[in-house]
């Protein structure tokens, strides 16, 4: 019913940026809260960003001042821009919606993730 497609991943040096972009599509009435979270080899999966339908933002500590979540609300699309990357930021990045479903759906409450994006910092 509800799909996230991101992009944006790859291989960037230390010090370098890059910006991942998801998009949500299907039977959606509201995305209350969009985010990103992140998996490296034998982590778990941590909270990075999430931004809600009226604009609260939460950053994980070790990202804060580095990266920025933003949303475009009519398109149900939201970015995260990386900035001044670390080593330490390698890791699968996915996005995550929280979404309520359209009338004709039951306006259900969904949580969706995306497919998952690979983001390697190395020189």
């Known amino acids: 019913q509800v799909q996230l497609v991101e992009s944006g991943g790859g291989l960037v040096q230390p010090g370098g940026s890059l910006r991942l972009s998801c998009a949500a599509s299907?039977?959606?009435?509201?995305?209350?809260?969009m985010g990103w979270y992140r998996q490296a080899p034998g982590e778990q999966r941590d909270l990075v960003a999430n931004?809600?339908?009226?604009?609260?933002?939460t950053y994980a500590d070790s990202v804060k001042g580095r990266f920025a979540i933003s949303r475009d609300n009519a398109e149900n699309t939201w970015y995260l821009q990386m900035n001044s990357l670390k080593p330490e930021d390698t890791a699968v990045y996915y996005c995550n919606a929280r979404v309520i479903t359209s009338k004709s759906t039951g306006y259900r409450n969904l949580e969706v993730w995306g497919q998952g994006t690979l983001v390697t910092v190395s020189s």
């Open positions: 931004i809600t339908y009226g604009g609260t933002i």
């Open positions: 299907g039977s959606i009435y509201n995305a209350y809260v």
